[in-house]
């Protein structure tokens, strides 16, 4: 009988039994992995970003306020 390729690629590789649907599903998830880390990277990043500005008019606003208070102990 024969054994199509497939069949031997499954049954013998450098005499270990290894299936190769597994190691595309596996460079799959790690692709999948990738994506879903620089996507959460990115949404970090944004949201570092508003923080900061939230804080720096926060801080000019405080300003404002120690100025108006000083014009009015004057």
């Given at each position: 009988?024969?054994?199509g390729?497939?069949?031997?690629?499954?049954s013998v590789?450098?005499g270990?039994?290894w299936?190769?649907h597994?190691?595309?599903?596996?460079?799959?998830?790690?692709?999948?992995?990738?994506?879903?880390?620089r996507k959460?990277?990115?949404?970090h990043?944004?949201e570092?970003?508003?923080?900061?500005?939230?804080?720096?008019?926060?801080?000019?606003?405080?300003?404002?306020l120690?100025s108006?208070?000083v014009l009015?102990?004057?």
């Amino acid at each position: 009988s024969t054994i199509g390729v497939v069949r031997l690629n499954f049954s013998v590789r450098n005499g270990k039994r290894w299936n190769p649907h597994a190691i595309t599903t596996f460079v799959s998830s790690v692709i999948a992995l990738a994506r879903a880390t620089r996507k959460a990277e990115s949404e970090h990043r944004r949201e570092r970003q508003a923080h900061a500005l939230a804080r720096q008019a926060a801080d000019e606003i405080s300003l404002e306020l120690t100025s108006y208070a000083v014009l009015c102990i004057a």
